[in-house]
């Protein structure tokens, strides 16, 4: 389905910005409409357009009736935040946890690397003997 | 020598006050047949005390020594086990876990200063105002575990180097050098127990190029030079671990 659709296009326009529910709108479809952020001077020219809008094409209009909403794409920057907020607090969470329960789990390596000194330490008097 | 740069004598409170670097190239000195190294000798070591110290139950269920050397394998291989989480944290990257925090918090500086400035009230900010204080909290707590984990890989780095202010640009390197150990000791645990299967069926004790007696205390390492032209050691071994 092509994000100029009507379906996309009323669930924009009318829904999630004014909502700010990100659930409404895939994180994806977010980036996308980021990316379709116009320049200033892009904004300028559709917002000053005042011609027939159906002699644009379908991605001009588009833009110019999601310009219609104060802050369109500053609301949809935070959207997009907020979608992948949880996804990426998860992520170092998991991280930091992994590395704190490495620091619980290093008595083990530890008593390893005790108990191979204790085996070496006959073995190296030994060698220091037959060397002396 | 080594013996001395190992300070194995040494008592630094409850650290080993030994580089974990120095140990790891030590067990990688090679036999004298230039295949088997001192870790192989020091997993059998293990291993062999792993299956005296087996309950007697555990004699008659086995059988024979077999079970009991198995047994002392999985032990060492059980390490790499319970170490899963260390070898998870060599795959990381602080600094870019550091960045990312970064990059959360700036997001939502960004959000606070927009939802600021913006005067249009609706149901869009009221959402969007509940998130951000929801996301305060949660960045106030991830940079605590942050805090945290950095502080503890820190104490880890300072007990096996001594000194983690000279430590390298790598904070995890540390874990690094553990997982690479793994790696080594689970190779080492295979090559073991292939020649104690070889050794079950040909009667013949492998690694003794390093072998001492595993009980050996001073006296007993005048035996080693005797030994040296003794090559049926194989007695004083299987006494050992028949027990």
Known sequence: MSICGPYYFNLIV??????????????????????????????????????????????????????????????????????????????????FQTLEVSYLTRHLMIKFLKRIVLILIPWLLCRKQAWN | MTGNRMNVGTNRGDAIAFKLDTLLKLVDIKGVDGKTTLLHFVVQEITRSEG??????????????????????????????????????????????????????????????????ETTQGRFFDSMKT?????????????????????????????FHGNAAREEAHPLRIFMVVRDFLGVLDNVCKEVKTMQEMSTSMGSASARSFRISATASLPVLHRYKARQDDTSSDSEHSSNSST
């Open chain 2, 52 to 117: 005296t110290t087996t309950t007697k139950d555990e004699t008659i269920l086995h059988g024979n020594n077999d079970g009991f050397r198995k047994q002392g394998l999985q032990v060492v291989a059980g390490l790499s086990r319970d170490l899963v989480n260390v070898k998870k944290s060599a795959g990381m990257d602080f600094d870019v876990l550091s960045s990312y925090v970064t990059k959360l918090e700036m997001g939502l500086d960004k959000l606070r200063s927009f939802l600021k400035t």
């Open chain 1, 14 to 95: 009318l829904v999630a910005p004014v909502t700010g529910n990100p659930e409404s709108l895939g994180a994806e479809l977010l980036e996308t409409l980021v990316k379709m952020a116009p320049t200033k001077e892009e904004e300028i020219k559709l917002r000053e357009y005042s011609g027939d809008v159906s002699k644009l094409g379908t991605a001009e209009r588009f833009l110019k009736t999601i310009l219609d909403i104060p802050f369109a794409f500053k609301r949809v920057e935070a959207m997009l935040y907020r979608a992948n907020f949880d996804a990426e607090v998860k992520y170092l969470r998991n991280s």
């Open chain 2, 131 to 159: 998130f951000l204080k929801e996301a305060e909290e949660e960045i106030r707590k991830i940079k605590g575990g942050e805090r945290k984990a950095l502080s503890m890989v820190k104490e880890v780095t300072e007990y």
